[in-house]
């Protein structure tokens, strides 16, 4: 028996067999690929990549302290992770109170390990913290920062989507 997906045009197979590693387990979404979960990963690090940046370049020209700073970046990276998000979703024809409502259940888990990971690289990189905007040390270490992050969020997305959450919500309105 064959399935026609109308999105994509692509024909599904159903299989007599069944591989227990081919499914997510008791719920019964379907395994997300890698490939899906790091697409949902640079969705999620472009947002907070803009928040991230924005947010140390101007606490560190206002010459703020580190914490402040820091705060500052993950507030900004939230904001524009969900802003992201939501963009979509408005433009599929979504009203803003349900926009906003599928923006958090899409991207709460993976922006918060996103910002987890990419903060604590640079809390450890040596002297990243007291680099100024004009040190190729700023740039080397949030440049790492952002690896570091999608390197621990990719394997969270994947697992979250193969289970029907994160952002396997938004792709209903894609």
Known sequence: ???????????HHQHAHTDPSDHAGHTGHAPASWAMAAQATLHCLTGCAIGEILGMAIGT???WHNAPTMVLAIVLAFFFGYSLTMRGVLRAGLDLRTALRVALAADTVSI????LAD???????????????????????????FVVAFA?????NRWMIGRGKGHAVVHQYH
């Open 1 to 11: 028996m064959e399935q026609h997906d109308v999105h994509t045009g692509h024909e």
């Open 112 to 115: 918060l390990v996103m910002e």
């Open 152 to 156: 621990v969020t990719t394997p969270v």
């Open 119 to 145: 903060n604590a690289t640079i809390l450890v990189f040596p002297g990243a913290m007291d680099a100024t905007l004009s040190d190729a040390l700023f740039w080397l270490s949030l440049a790492l920062s």
């Open 61 to 63: 020209a206002l010459g």
